[in-house]
Every structure is written in C-alpha cells, then in structure tokens.
C-alpha cells in the first residue's frame, strides 16, 4: 500500500476545510460584538464644541464675579425702552426719567431686601456714595444746590408703588445749554444699580476709579459688542432637480433626516432696536439612502464519506460529494452619507421688549458659503440602487449658492449683558448645487430649534 | 471566487460598517478563519472565542489590506494566524523543553488512512497537550520554521524540535488506534 509523508497526510485532510460551519449561528453570536456604525461628525465639530464649551465656561465665571452695590451701568441708549420721555432699562433694572432735564433713577429694591438692608442703611450708603463721589470730583455735584429738590437725593417716592425708591441726581443740563461736566449721554453711565452686594469703601473706590477712567471716553460714540454663540438642531429638506435615472433613484431612495450646527455671532447695535450680526457657521447635514436588493446566498451541501468493508481486507469508500445551492433573500439596508458646510451668516435681527427681563428677537439674514465637505455614498446614475458613487465627488466644493435665513428667539436676559436665547431658524439655499457629471441639482432647506447665548463684550 | 470588484466593494461596505457587506466577507472567509481556530483550541468554545476575537480584528483592520499585496482569504489568514498567536502571550502559554528524541521528518503513513475524516483527524489533534498541538499546527499548517516558532513561543529552537516529534509520534499512535478501532485493521 503506498505510503505517504504524515506532514502531507495531515495538510490534506486537515486543510480540505470541508467541515461545515453554521454560519448563522456564528453570526449571530458576532454580530452583538461588531462595532456599530457611528454617525460621523466632522472635524470641525470636535473643535467648536471644546471652543462653545470653554466660552460658556468663561461666561459663567465671568457673570459670577463679585459685583458693588452700586455699579456704573454700562448700557446704551438704544438698549432702553423710552416711553414718555422715561426710560426704562431692562438690564440695570432701573427706570430713569429724564423730565425737567432731571435725571431721577428708580430702583427697584427687592434685591436690597432680599439682602436684608433697611432702607435706613441704604440710605445712609447712598449718601455717603454721593460723597466720597464729589470728595472725588467736586464739580459733579457742583450744581445740586440750584435744583429744586436737591437735597432729597434719595427718598421713598411718594406714588410710587411700595418699596420703591427714587436717587435723584443733579445733572440738569444748565440754561446755557452747555454740557455740565456729565452730559446726558453720560448720565446713562452714572446711574446705580442694584446687584445685592454689600456696598465697602473698596466698591466704591472701584467705582470711582470707573468714572475716572470712563471720562474720557464718554464723549465718543459708544460701540457694543455682543458675542452669540448659538447651537442649532432640526430637520432637513432636500429637493432634487434633474433627470434620468440616477435622478429617479435618488429621488426615490434618498430620505433627508437632521441637521445640526453651531456658530459664533458677533452683533452689535444699529438702532434701538435693531442689530447686526457677522459669524462663522458649522453645519453637519445627515442624509439617508435606502436600498432594497435581492442578495445571492451560496449555501454549500456537504455530502460524507461512506465507508463500506467488503472483506476481511478491502474497505471500498464512496464520497458522496458537496453540492452549492443558490438560494435569493430580500435585503433593505440604510447607507448615511452627510454634507458639511461652513458659511458665513449675516443677520439683522429686531428686538421687541415683552417686559424688564423678557423679548422677542426676529431676524432675518443671508449666509455666504465658504466650503464643503462630502462624506458617504449615494446612487449614480444607474437605475441599481447598488450602483453608488461617492457623495459630491463632483460637485464644485467652492461654487455654491448662499441661503435665506430667518427666524425667531425668545431672549430672556439673565443678568446685564448676558441673554440667552430660544427659538426657531430657517434657512433656505437660494439655488441648487449640481454634480457636474449627471447633472443632479440638489437644495437644501431646514428648520432647526436654536438655543443659545448672547454674551457682551464690548 | 469573487471578483476584484466584488471584493473592492465588500471592502468598502465593510469599512462602512455594513453588515451586509460584512456578512458577506463572513461568509466567504468563515470555514477557513473557524477550522484554523479549532486546530489551535481543545474545544469548540475556545474556538468560537477566537473566532471571534479574530473577526473582530479582521474588520478594524480590513482598510489596511491592499489587494495588491495578496488575495483576501490569505490577508484574512494571516490576521487570523496573528491574532491566535498573540492568544498565547496572554494566556501565558508555557512549554516545558523536554528530551530531544531522534529528529524525523520523514514519518510516513498508508494512503488508506483517507477514510479517516476531517473531523476525527481534528478532534485527535485537539486532544494533544498544548504545547504539542501549537508547535504541530505551526509547523505542518502554518508552515514556519522552528526558528520563528521558537520566537513566537519564546522558547528554544530545539524544544520546538522535540515537541515536534513528540507531537508527530503521539498522534500518529492516537490515528492507528483509531483507525483500528474502526476497521479492524492495523498499520503494517
């Protein structure tokens, strides 16, 4: 009988592979152990989102610092609601009544209350504020003593509701017309207001020190600047333009779902009411294609080795061989591809004043696309959903439309020059974006829930 | 077989995370990368482990493979052979030198031996010490030197060598019983 190397002996029956494997069953088993598909963000989303985290971060601590009891607001006109020659201003929390050329400030001392100081005690603060004040700078109060009530310089106010209390200051514009040393568009830096802090020599000094070094720049223009940083999420609407078949297949295959961004807005005032804003915007689009297909699957029939002793020595052996069967299942499958966009977003935005704390924000704006960047895949211009092409492989990555944008927030203010923001945006390209190669026109519109906030800087 | 562009294509749908496409490549490569396991393994539980472990590393590292360099199934090995390999340092395999006996690698056998099946030959090669069964799968199967086996195993040269022999003879021994059980009939 020949005989052979056991080495070779051992390759070939160990290596015919033959034994069948339940491959259902070991897939099934693997499948919990697969790493999932995860919805990819793009790079830049890694970085705004550390850039947002450490703003609002600073933000916060920033609004956290010990503030005096007395503190020199800062706030425009135009961020005041005049109603009868009063202003009310909503982030000092102050009302400021500019009748007779007199300035009295209200306050409204519910902090102080909650602080527990008597009226007592804020009174005997607030003259000593006037004092060391005009130790400071004697000519600020230079014509207190011409004013009719020149001595009251706080009071209860008579009819006024309970706990509210009038400082009335003395800078009256004199009859020359001149401006006195604090002319009115300074006035609105002077004025106190309340942030429940307990009112020290230090305070004042800081304050004092404030004045000082605010004289000279009370003359100018005031310029604010606030920064907005804004997270949005919502959903997406595609339209396709087109035609033929890869047109057809993705109009029927392909499903929109969300949009996500985040920006970085920089507004500052145009009017009382109305601002500009100037950003940078990142956008993560996701998209969805369904495919639906008849997948081949080879199943493979192994037959046995049937052995058969026909005398004392010979053992005759049949093989009965392997056979493939083809079998077809329905497959449906999901593939995301996504588009990412960064643009440059220009709004003007019109703020409604609901109450002191309270508004509504409406704007309206356009965004100037700067790049794009496709990932994914999506169908080509084949009637097989199988058929796919790399997502924006021939799209022009600069040459892209600008979008509409539109919206409302509801803003409420958390503390002077910190606002935060809730609502609803829009936005809407203003012309498709083609792939060069079939001609596929494709547009894309959302509506997004927004929320975020609005911090001054300047 | 499948195509260039079908493998081109798996590859793709695969680093997609698709499981069909993974499934596919499951099913093209699962017989090989599974008797491999098993011819390492004493059980099939150890097996499916490895399996496993193997496929896992498979589709995190499929954007490495170039299919240039090399058919699928054979990068699939490979990965497969890495991955049972680096099982033994974590397991902290250890293999004993024990005497070096006359080195053979001639040892022969009869042809009739064929009606022995895979899956007997298999379950005799799981039933031998640890340390024989990894250096015979090394050597026959994974064809590699006794030089790369004693790098792998950390252990010497002719240890290897004598595991070798020790494994060759054992297992022959265990196939003759089997074989006689089973016909009546012994090895001349």
Request: hydrophobic share 35%.
């Amino acid at each position: 009988m020949k005989k052979v190397s056991f080495d070779h002996w051992l390759k070939l029956i160990i290596g015919k592979e033959s034994m069948p494997v339940d491959n259902d069953l070991e897939w099934e088993l693997l499948l919990p152990k697969l790493e999932k598909k995860r919805r990819r963000r793009g790079i830049v989303y890694w970085i705004l989102l550390p850039v947002t985290v450490t703003c609002l971060s600073l933000m916060y601590f920033v609004s956290m610092q010990p503030s005096s009891i007395f503190k020199i607001a800062s706030i425009p006109d135009s961020q005041s609601m005049e109603v009868n020659n009063v202003r009310k201003d909503d982030l000092t929390n102050t009302v400021i009544d500019k009748k007779n050329n007199q300035t009295n400030i209200l306050i409204h001392p519910q902090k102080l209350l909650s602080q527990k100081i008597s009226k007592q005690e804020l009174f005997t603060k607030a003259t000593q504020f006037k004092s060391d004040l005009t130790k400071n700078d004697p000519s600020l109060f230079a014509e207190q003593d011409n004013t009719a009530d020149g001595n009251s310089f706080i009071e209860k106010s008579q009819d006024s509701p309970n706990n509210l209390i009038i400082f009335q200051d003395s800078f009256s514009i004199n009859s020359s017309g001149q401006a006195p040393p604090f002319d009115s568009l300074s006035i609105s830096l002077l004025p106190v207001s309340i942030h429940g802090q307990l009112m020290n020599e230090q305070n004042f000094s800081s304050n004092l020190n404030l004045i000082e070094s605010s004289k000279n720049v009370r003359h100018k223009k005031s310029f604010k600047v606030d920064m907005c940083l804004l997270g949005t999420y919502g959903k997406l609407f595609q339209s396709l333009n087109g035609s033929g078949n890869g047109y057809l297949t993705r109009k029927t295959l392909e499903r929109p779902l969300d949009v996500f961004s985040a920006t970085i807005l920089f507004q500052t005032d145009l009017k009382s009411r109305l601002k500009f804003g100037i950003g940078l915007d990142y956008q993560y689009a996701l998209l969805q294609l369904n495919q639906h297909f008849l997948d081949t699957v080879t199943q493979i029939l192994y037959g046995v080795i049937v052995a058969e002793k026909t005398n004392a020595q010979n053992v005759v052996s049949y093989d009965t061989g392997s056979i493939n069967v083809r079998n077809f299942r329905n497959v449906s499958r999901k593939l995301y591809h996504s588009r990412t966009l960064l643009s440059i977003p220009a709004i003007i935005s019109y703020q409604y004043p609901l109450n002191r704390k309270w508004s509504l924000s409406y704007h309206a704006g356009i965004s100037v696309p700067v790049y794009q960047e496709f990932s994914g895949r999506i169908s080509n211009n084949s009637l097989r959903s199988l058929d796919l092409d790399n997502y924006g492989e021939n799209i022009s990555r600069n040459k892209l439309p600008c979008s509409v944008l539109y919206g409302m927030q509801v803003v409420y203010s958390i503390r002077p020059g910190i606002k935060w923001m809730l609502g609803l945006a829009g936005s809407s390209e203003i012309g498709y974006w083609r792939d060069l190669e079939n001609s596929i026109g494709e547009r894309h519109n959302s509506l997004r829930f927004q929320a975020g906030l609005s911090y001054r800087i300047r | 077989m499948l195509t260039v562009k079908e493998i081109q294509y798996i590859i793709h749908g695969c680093l997609d995370h698709d499981r069909i496409c993974q499934r596919k490549l499951f099913d093209f490569t699962s017989a090989k990368v599974m008797s491999t396991c098993k011819r390492y393994c004493t059980n099939h539980e150890d097996a499916r482990d490895l399996f496993q472990e193997a496929y896992i590393k498979i589709f995190k590292s499929l954007g490495s493979y170039n299919h240039t360099q090399g058919d699928l199934l054979g990068w699939v090995y490979s990965i497969t052979k890495n991955c049972i390999f680096s099982s033994f340092s974590k397991k902290k395999l250890e293999i004993f030198p024990i005497d070096e006996i006359s080195s053979d690698d001639n040892i022969l056998i009869q042809v009739d031996h064929d009606l022995l099946q895979e899956e007997e030959v298999l379950r005799e090669i799981q039933n031998l010490p640890d340390g024989y069964r990894i250096i015979l799968n090394m050597f026959v199967f994974d064809c590699m030197d006794h030089a790369a086996i004693a790098g792998i195993l950390g252990i010497s040269e002719s240890t290897s060598r004598s595991q070798l022999n020790r494994a060759r003879n054992l297992l022959k021994k265990k196939l003759e019983l089997l074989y006689n059980t089973k016909y009546e009939k012994s090895f001349i």
